[in-house]
């Protein structure tokens, strides 16, 4: 039903109450009035109970049926129907129930006190029992006198009616006076007034006696009657005509009697009337309440249907947009704040499909950038896989994230597995020197660390050189990882040796020529004066003597010098005191070189103690110190200077020399390059040696303002 039929219902309810209640309070006071309210507001109740009836069943069948098809929303409108009922119908009952027996409570002391009412009854049925034990008396005087009338006359009747203390009697045959007679001792003026009225029936009064009386019926109780009289009638059938005699007798208690008689009479019209307006209150509240829970229940229906009528539309718009639709707009008109939903809403789908535009644009942008980024990982894979040096990257937990063929033929392991930790892919034998260097790695703070290792094969058949250097993978915040490079250098190495051998070759060549030629030049200088028989014979093999005895040493040191650079051993490392090694070795070289001070500079925090060879420690600050003598040409200070910096050691020999040119720095560890005359070129090369063994390093920086600093880091193990 839309809602201009649900107005005009509305109106029409609205104005039959209205008429209702003005007729009740105009014409209500009447009983027909009464009555006829009573008769329009019964149908009306009945109506409004089965249209309420068919209201309510009609909703709880939809209800069932959308229920059992899963209409969208039947849980909603399920709850709002079954709240919209109770809500509705447990007041209407609750007040019509009070409200009906308010008013019979008032309606009932209003009329009469029922203790009043109490007696008016009593009183009533006990003049009707004694009425009753007259009318036995009075029953036998109708036959007596009947006879009398047939066989006497008035006179006989007369004396009757004397002996019986009766008033009076009349006959009538078919409904006309036939006789009357009176008593000797009834009133003079009652006997005037009586003849004298117009007709027959005026004293008695025999059509208000002959009410009520049944065409069959003998007698009736006898009947109050005015001025006392107490009135019986007997009815007696001669052939087919009915003869009707009626007697009187006054008595006392008549007055009494018709004082509790009109008394009951207003007690029954009361009682009467008081049923009537307690139907018509009944009426007039039922009808009410009715139209109270019929208009609430259709409110409510009307409600819930509006609402969700809105809320399917919201429903339907959201499966829309969940499906992909994002131009959906939706538009409810409800005047609530069901519109303002339906603006957030229409809002939100437009906010959607904007941030999907953006979206699918930043997606299109994001595709391009991947596909360059994939053709770079590409090109990066490639590479990895063409490079000759291994590459491998560990998170920061240690475990291998990415690696190439070569790091895999480099480390000589049939694979590498990605998501393992570096420490259980490598041989804990075969890979201990890298391990050293990862740890080493670790230790410092994910510091760069490079070293030149040798590393076996998986069958121990042969040593491959391999230039590794750990590096951090990080930027200013975070640390992702680190990074391994692995260079296979083993042919470079081998060819470094063979050019390296060839040169030592050719430099012991040139330094034992050297010597050669002297001794050559006495011993032919030696054969001439031989020869020649000269005199300073002698004196000529006393001078080649002292030649070849020179250069024989000097052909012995240079032996002695290549022995120990070829033959050096391993260092066997014990804990060390270094501040009372460099005092002893600086104290060695007081008388050796008077012109210079050896100065140790140590540091004043306490002792520095490492695991070192001692002895090829001090090999090394020999070598050093006497390389700074020899380019010391003025008299001045060589300091040797210890520092402890964390888990380091720096070892610094500083000297006030001539220096070195800058295009000889790379050139002074190599074997038997020298600048001196006299010099081997192997010392540098052995001190090198030795600091690699320790797994330290050596370099050669200026000093200022003249001079060279020799500097070593070894690390504290």
């Known amino acids: 039903m839309d809602r201009r039929w649900l107005n005009l219902l509305f109106t029409f309810l609205l104005l039959m109450i209205a008429v209702l209640f003005w007729h009740l309070f105009v014409y209500a006071k009447t009983t027909a009035a009464a009555s006829l309210i009573i008769n329009i507001l019964k149908p009306l109740n009945?109506?409004?109970?089965?249209?309420?009836?068919?209201?309510?069943?009609?909703?709880?069948?939809?209800?069932?049926?959308?229920r059992k098809s899963r209409t969208t929303g039947f849980r909603?409108?399920?709850?709002?129907?079954?709240?919209?009922?109770?809500l509705t119908l447990a007041p209407g009952l609750i007040i019509f129930f009070l409200a009906t027996r308010f008013l019979d409570d008032i309606l009932v002391n209003l009329v009469i006190d029922t203790n009043v009412g109490k007696i008016i009854n009593n009183s009533e049925a006990l003049s009707r029992e004694?009425?009753?034990?007259?009318?036995?008396?009075?029953?036998?005087?109708?036959?007596?006198?009947?006879?009398?009338?047939?066989?006497?006359?008035?006179?006989?009747?007369?004396?009757?009616?004397?002996?019986?203390?009766?008033?009076?009697?009349?006959?009538?045959?078919?409904?006309?006076?036939?006789?009357r007679v009176f008593a000797s001792d009834f009133p003079p003026d009652l006997q005037i007034r009586a003849e004298e009225t117009a007709g027959p029936d005026r004293f008695f009064d025999i059509e208000h006696i002959d009410a009520g009386l049944d065409e069959n019926e003998q007698r009736q109780e006898p009947a109050l009657y005015r001025d006392g009289l107490l009135i019986t009638r007997f009815r007696h059938v001669e052939g087919n005509r009915a003869v009707h005699l009626v007697y009187s007798k006054q008595t006392p208690f008549t007055a009494r009697f018709l004082y509790i008689r009109d008394s009951y009479a207003f007690l029954r019209h009361s009682q009467k009337e008081t049923d009537e307006v307690r139907g018509l209150n009944n009426s007039i509240l039922l009808v009410t309440t009715m139209v109270v829970i019929f208009l609430g229940i259709w409110i409510g229906m009307a409600f819930s249907k509006n609402f969700m009528?809105?809320?399917?539309?919201?429903?339907?718009?959201?499966?829309?947009?969940?499906?992909?639709?994002?131009?959906?707009?939706?538009?409810?008109?409800?005047?609530?704040?069901?519109?303002?939903?339906?603006?957030?809403?229409?809002s939100m789908t437009r906010t959607l499909k904007r941030n999907r535009e953006e979206l699918q644009q930043k997606t299109t942008d994001l595709e391009a950038i991947n596909a360059e980024l994939h053709g770079h990982i590409q090109y990066?894979?490639?590479?990895?896989?063409?490079?000759?040096?291994?590459?491998?990257?560990?998170d920061e937990?240690?475990?291998?994230?990415?690696?190439n063929p070569a790091a895999c033929d480099i480390l000589d392991v049939a694979q590498l597995v990605e998501g393992t930790l570096l420490s259980e892919v490598l041989d804990d034998k075969r890979h201990r020197a890298l391990l050293d260097r990862w740890h080493e790695h670790q230790n410092k703070a994910f510091a760069t660390v490079t070293a030149q290792l040798e590393i076996p094969d998986r069958h121990h058949l042969k040593h491959n050189t391999v230039s590794?250097?750990?590096?951090?993978?990080?930027?200013?915040?975070?640390?992702?990882?680190?990074?391994?490079?692995?260079?296979?250098?083993?042919?470079?190495?081998?060819?470094?040796?063979?050019?390296?051998?060839?040169?030592?070759?050719?430099?012991?060549?040139h330094e034992i020529k050297n010597p050669l030629t002297p001794i050559q030049l006495s011993i032919q200088r030696i054969q001439r004066k031989a020869e020649q028989d000269k005199p300073d014979l002698k004196k000529a093999i006393a001078s080649a003597y002292e030649t070849i005895m020179s250069e024989t040493n000097l052909l012995k040191d240079l032996v002695n010098e290549f022995s120990t650079f070829a033959k050096l051993p391993s260092p066997v490392k014990k804990d060390t005191r270094l501040e009372e090694l460099i005092r002893s070795v600086c104290e060695t070289y007081d008388p050796v070189y008077p012109d210079l001070n050896v100065v140790p500079d140590l540091p004043g925090d306490g002792p520095v103690e490492m695991r070192c060879d001692a002895a090829q420690i001090r090999q090394v600050l020999n070598n050093l110190i006497q390389n700074a003598a020899q380019a010391s040409r003025?008299?001045?200070?060589?300091?040797?200077?210890?520092?402890?910096?964390?888990?380091?050691?720096?070892?610094?020999?500083?000297?006030?020399?001539?220096?070195?040119?800058?295009?000889?720095?790379?050139?002074l560890f190599i074997p038997y390059f020298s600048k001196s005359p006299k010099g081997t070129g192997l010392g540098l090369a052995i001190v090198k040696r030795i600091v690699e063994d320790h797994d330290g390093s050596i370099r050669i920086e200026d000093n200022q303002p003249r001079g060279t600093r020799m500097i070593i880091d070894l690390p504290v193990v």
């Open 468 to 509: 590794v250097t750990i590096v951090a993978l990080k930027n200013e915040k975070t640390r992702y990882g680190s990074l391994l490079v692995l260079e296979d250098l083993t042919q470079l190495v081998n060819a470094q040796k063979v050019a390296a051998w060839r040169e030592v070759a050719k430099r012991i060549a």
């Open 46 to 66: 009945i109506l409004l109970f089965l249209v309420l009836f068919f209201v309510i069943s009609r909703n709880l069948v939809k209800l069932y049926l959308g």
């Open 130 to 179: 004694y009425l009753a034990e007259i009318q036995k008396l009075h029953l036998k005087h109708g036959p007596k006198i009947l006879q009398l009338h047939r066989e006497g006359g008035e006179r006989d009747i007369r004396t009757y009616l004397d002996d019986f203390s009766l008033q009076g009697a009349e006959l009538y045959r078919d409904g006309s006076l036939e006789s």
């Open 397 to 403: 937990h240690g475990k291998v994230q990415t690696f």
């Open 634 to 667: 003025e008299p001045g200070d060589i300091r040797v200077c210890l520092r402890r910096n964390g888990r380091t050691v720096t070892l610094s020999v500083i000297d006030q020399g001539v220096g070195v040119p800058a295009h000889d720095k790379d050139k």
């Open 380 to 394: 990066s894979q490639t590479i990895l896989e063409k490079s000759s040096a291994g590459l491998m990257s560990t």
């Open 309 to 346: 009528s809105a809320f399917n539309v919201l429903i339907s718009a959201a499966e829309k947009v969940s499906s992909g639709n994002l131009d959906t707009q939706i538009t409810l008109q409800t005047g609530d704040e069901l519109d303002n939903v339906a603006g957030a809403f229409n």
């Open 76 to 86: 909603l409108r399920t709850k709002l129907i079954l709240s919209i009922l109770p």
